[in-house]
Every structure is written in structure tokens, then in C-alpha cells.
């Protein structure tokens, strides 16, 4: 069945960068956008990124927009989020989810997540 | 900039009784658009309906979605106690398409968290 699994998170130092990956499999990955959601400790979800099945364009919410870049590698089924200039609010789990292919508006796997932790 | 108002905050309710949970759009919106996930405690979110009324794979038939232009529901009927999560509404508010240059954003609610006595 479909699964993802992210990777990349850990302790992060407060201005560095980091890059999250996910790994998708069970599914066609060249035919479904790919989204990047988080959630900082204790709160609820926020959306962060997406791309189309085709790495054409990417769209971010506004509040990551300067500093996080998606990305996906079709050959090796693969999202990714890099984070520039990592701020302490960045800190939380990030998820890796797959737009379902009925018009993409919602989001119909979600990887486990991986845990970004930012340190001082 | 729309946002989901979703109420209440928390919701506590014995195993057989029915939850309605709600979700406030600051405008009038495509019902096709909204959704409502399910997280547990440590686990990742997961789909229960979308297009405001369809159930996702495997979803029972007690989760029971609602609503059309601003105002939209989620209904748990005869809880269980494995129903005890985080409850959320999202919306996505822009064009499908792409192709016409409009930024599309997925919008979530701050949730509702459901409780059983």
C-alpha cells in the first residue's frame, strides 16, 4: 500500500539549514503532487509547501516562503524541504503527505513524520 | 485570507453518545474543498472525509460530514473510545488548475479535541 517516510530531522542549530527528505512507495509517484506539513509541539497543523507531480512550480504558505524550498526527485521517488536560516517557531514534526488524485485538494497519505528540534 | 474556525475547543462525551463538531469558513467556499482529519495522540493525521461529505477508504460509517458555504460539521455518532483525538477541518481555496498563476494554499483549523469519558 501507499507509504511515506520521512527523514532529515534532528537538532538544528538556529541559523543553519537543514533538508528534510521523504520517501514515497507503493503508489505512482509521478502522478500526485506531494505537500510538506508541520506542527509545532503541542499546537495543530499548519500547511507548508506543495509541488505537482511534476516538480513544474511550488507553492508555500507565507509565513516559510523565503527561506524553504520543495523539491522532488521523479527518479528516485522523492520529496524534499530544505530550510534556510532554521528560526526556533521552525521547530516541531514535519509531515510528508500525498494530494489525492481527486483534485488534489486534500491530502490522503501522510508519512510518520520527523522531529526538527532547534537549538540556541 | 480565509480562516477555519473550528468548535469547540474540546469536546467530552461517553462511549455510545453522538459528537458534532464544527467548522466556521470566514467566507462562502466550494464544498468540494473541505476536509476533516483525525489525529491520535503521537501518531500522524489521517483522512476521514472529503468534499465535505465523502468518507475515505475504510472510514466507518459513524463519521458523518456536512455542511456547504461557510458553515460545515463532522459527526461522530455511538463513540468509541478509540475516537479520543484531534479533529481537523481543512480547505484548500484556490483554483486546481495550476495554470492561471494563482497561488493555491491548504488552510487547516486550529481542531477540536474529542474526549470519551
Known amino acids: 500500500q501507499a507509504q511515506l517516510v520521512e527523514s532529515g530531522g534532528g537538532v538544528v542549530q538556529s541559523g543553519r539549514s537543514l533538508r528534510l527528505s521523504c520517501a514515497a512507495s507503493g503508489f505512482t509517484f509521478t502522478s500526485f503532487a506531494m505537500h510538506w506539513v508541520r506542527q509545532a509541539p503541542g499546537k495543530g497543523l499548519e500547511w507548508v509547501a506543495v509541488t505537482p507531480y511534476d516538480g513544474s512550480s511550488q507553492y508555500y504558505a507565507d509565513s516559510v516562503k523565503d527561506r524553504f524550498t520543495i523539491s522532488r526527485d521523479n527518479s528516485r521517488d522523492r520529496v524534499f524541504l530544505q530550510v534556510n536560516n532554521v528560526r526556533p517557531d521552525d521547530r516541531g514534526v514535519y509531515y510528508c503527505a500525498r494530494a489525492a488524485a481527486t483534485g488534489g485538494s486534500h491530502l490522503d497519505v501522510w508519512g510518520k513524520g520527523t522531529t526538527v528540534t532547534v537549538s540556541s | 485570507e480565509i480562516v477555519l474556525t473550528q468548535s469547540p475547543g474540546t469536546l467530552s462525551l461517553s462511549p455510545g453518545e453522538r459528537a458534532t463538531l464544527s467548522c466556521r469558513v470566514s467566507?462562502?467556499?466550494?464544498?468540494?474543498?473541505l476536509a476533516w482529519y483525525r489525529q491520535k495522540p503521537g501518531q500522524a493525521p489521517c483522512l476521514l472525509v472529503y468534499g465535505s461529505s465523502n468518507r475515505a477508504t475504510g472510514i466507518p460509517d459513524r463519521f458523518t460530514g456536512s455542511g456547504s458555504g461557510t458553515d460545515f460539521t463532522l459527526t461522530i455518532s455511538r463513540l468509541e473510545p478509540e475516537d479520543s483525538a484531534v479533529y481537523y477541518c481543512q480547505l484548500y481555496d484556490s483554483s486546481p488548475t495550476w495554470t492561471f498563476g494563482s497561488s493555491p494554499t491548504w488552510t487547516f483549523g486550529q481542531g477540536t479535541k474529542v474526549e470519551i469519558k
Open positions: 467566507q462562502s467556499v466550494n464544498s468540494i474543498y
